[in-house]
């Protein structure tokens, strides 16, 4: 791995990070599922600060991104982050960046005195969910993770 730097993203990046969201929805087979636009991005991101974007930069240039905001456990007493997406460019897997942007971000929870930094994982990426459990991460096997979406969504809240 080359030096690795980190930058926060600045609304000027927003194509970029939607370039990356989409790489990384090309990866999970789920491109046809972005509806993120620039627009929207730049919205949720940059106005309304609800999510936080860290690029690694290696030479000069981005090859990998983290995606993620802030949640909170009542157990803990104390906010933790919660990791969107993390994806680092075909070209420069393998090379280290992946467990230095974790690194990063843990250092960044630690810093700001959050409890935990946690994320989900689909159960086929194996090469993905064998380098977390290589980094001492640990699968919540009790937990099912549950979505109401769209449609869905609506309907509950009109109940």
């Not at 090309?26 to 636009?37: I, N």
């Not at 467990?99 to 971000?105: D, G, N, T, V």
């Not at 630690?110 to 969910?129: A, F, H, I, Q, T």
């Amino acid at each position: 791995m080359s030096t690795v730097s980190f930058r926060f993203a600045e609304e000027k990046d927003t194509a970029k990070i939607l370039f990356f969201i989409k790489e990384l929805a090309l990866y999970e087979k789920m491109l046809d599922e972005v509806v993120a636009t620039e627009e929207l991005l730049k919205e949720w991101i940059f106005k309304k600060k609800k999510a936080e974007v860290l690029f690694a930069v290696s030479d000069g240039k981005e090859v990998g991104f983290a995606l993620f905001f802030h949640n909170f456990s009542t157990f803990l007493g104390r906010a933790g982050i919660y990791l969107e997406d993390l994806f680092v460019l075909k070209e420069h897997r393998g090379k280290g960046y992946g467990k230095a942007i974790l690194k990063e971000l843990a250092r960044i929870a630690v810093e700001r005195g959050y409890g935990r930094l946690e994320w989900c994982c689909l159960d086929w990426n194996k090469p993905s969910v064998d380098f977390y459990l290589s980094l001492g991460a640990q699968p919540l096997n009790d937990w099912t993770v549950f979505r109401t979406a769209g449609e869905t969504l609506k309907n509950l809240a009109e109940k």
